[in-house]
């Protein structure tokens, strides 16, 4: 999710993801950054043993990570880095590292109007990228702000359609 402070995961679940996706279809868990990043010890084993937790205890198909602004870069982290223990990921606003492998399904939006992680340099990062992958899209918002997350349903929906054609 967004941000690495206490309290936000709910915040991002309840105006961001869960208008999203079709709850039918998923199960969301939103864990707590607890003031760390996602993509460094100790978050990163401690989501990968979620992951292998919930593979293991329930009736999983496919994982994605899906994460905006910090939870974004750690969204691609982990689509990067640890394509075998998810299926996809989808990135929102986030800041993002020069990646040549992209081995899943990996949707990436990000706004020009984004105050915090620039977008030329987004855009730039994740077009270079998708030249060599054909799973990865990168979308452009022409209006939100870094700071109006919970406006992005339209845009995180369409990439949860997007990853559902790429998996099936």
């Known amino acids: 999710h967004w941000g690495v402070s206490l309290n936000q995961n709910k915040e991002f679940m309840e105006c961001l993801m869960l ?40 009736p999983i198909r496919k994982i994605i990570v899906a994460g905006y602004s910090d939870g974004g870069t750690g969204a691609i982290h982990f689509a990067s880095n640890h394509p075998s223990k998810i299926d996809a990921a989808i990135a929102m606003a986030g800041y993002y590292h020069p990646v040549e492998n992209f081995g899943i399904p990996t949707y990436v939006i ?18 270079n990228a998708s030249q060599k992958n054909s799973n990865l899209k990168f979308v452009t918002s022409e209006t939100l702000s870094h700071f109006e997350g919970c406006n992005y349903v ?5 990439g949860f359609d997007w990853i559902e054609n790429k998996l099936n």
């Open 19 to 58: 208008p999203s996706i079709d709850r039918e279809k998923y199960i969301v868990l939103s864990p707590i950054a607890n003031k760390q990043l996602w993509w460094e010890n100790p978050k990163e084993s401690q989501l990968l043993r979620l992951i292998k937790y919930c593979k293991k205890y329930w």
């Open 110 to 127: 990000h706004s020009v109007k984004d105050e915090l992680f620039d977008y030329q340099r987004s855009k730039t990062v994740m077009i």
């Open 154 to 158: 339209e845009l995180l929906s369409e």
